[in-house]
């Protein structure tokens, strides 16, 4: 996934370089004076690049012996902190804008300056960035808003139960929110208290407090998803598309997953009915559902790290290991994620688990004497599950 930071730093760059801008395209990577994206192609011979934006549009850029090419560290926000490279020193997957005026057509440019941002620098700070959120981030589903104080309570879903964690914001946090149909985390916009509703999906970044039940949010990204269960009955990779009966109201929808979904596969957690178990997915000792695996020890003590009731399952899940959809099969049954989009039948998946028949059941509610089983996918809304929001 993209992460905002490169988007801002690249966003201040352009306003310290650039006093007057154009008006933008639909692209807003394309301007009239640069064009950013990641390279896919590079003609030495014809000292052009071929880049990608994120939107996907294709803009080549010509260079000249005029040329001149900067190196910035992802997180830097001046062209004070860049270092001078040459062209031999671009590659494909880095980052660049290229700055020049960008023909009527928005598919060329040529370039008075490139300024990138190589792909390994940019892993390395993606990499930091994900274990920052993890290891002092928080994930759950709004339960409760106070305007007049602005507080938030979470239902944060742990192996061992639900917990009720209260986030309160001010307003030095920062507060970002997924638009409709994105799938991205760095595409979440700037966001305010009034704009959150219960039932969204919150992921923040912060510290722990004294109480375990109350965080301090540095960082708080929000959105409307949408989370189903369904049958796979047909996988069409060519269009990206996977057809499903949904387990819960038996309606048919369309799954379109993008480069940019996260597809994982669920192979046991070491996690029973009732709710104990141990291990991360692999871990030695993990076993499968209901095998009676030893129960998991806090992470943490805080709500960041599993808090007082066990580890937290959202975080197990981003932990499993990723697949393609070549490796979803038709019988497959499936959890799904999505923003709320404008057509109902169709959703673009942000997160897909396959294989998840064990944690269906895991989060089903027991029935009681006498009752029947109920509908594998009736503990989804309620069950504190929230991989809608990705990590950066």
Known sequence: MRKFFFAAAIGLITVALSPVLFAQTTDPNIAAKHAIGEIKSIDAAAKQLTIKTDAGSMVTVSLSDKTTYKKLAP???????????????????DRVMARGTVSEDRKSVPAVQVIVMTKGDLAKKQEAERLEWRRRGILGVITALKPESKEITISNRTVAGTQAVVIPVSDNTEMR???????????????????L????????????TEDPLRFKPEKVVTGSFRTVGGVVTAIDPATGEIKINELEKKHPL????????????????????????GGAPGAAGGGQPGQGAPPARPQGGGPGGGGPGGRNINDMLDRLPTISIADVKVGDTIIVSSTQGVDPTRLTAISLVAGAD???AMLAPR??????APNLAAGLGSSGISFGIGLP
């Not at 029935?367 to 029947?372: D, E, V």
């Open 197 to 208: 509703k219960v039932g969204d999906q919150l992921r923040a970044l912060g510290e722990r």
């Open 358 to 360: 064990a944690l269906l």
């Open 75 to 93: 997180g830097e926000k001046a062209l004070t902190n860049a270092t001078d490279v040459t062209f031999a020193d671009l590659a494909e997957g």
């Open 254 to 277: 369309t799954i379109v997953v993008k480069n940019d979904s996260v597809l994982r596969r669920f192979s046991g957690m070491g996690m029973g009915p009732g709710g104990s178990g």
């Open 177 to 195: 929110r997924y638009a409709p149909d994105s799938i991205k985390f760095g595409d979440a916009k700037p966001s305010n208290f009034g704009e």
């Open 367 to 372: 029935p009681q004497p006498g009752q029947a």
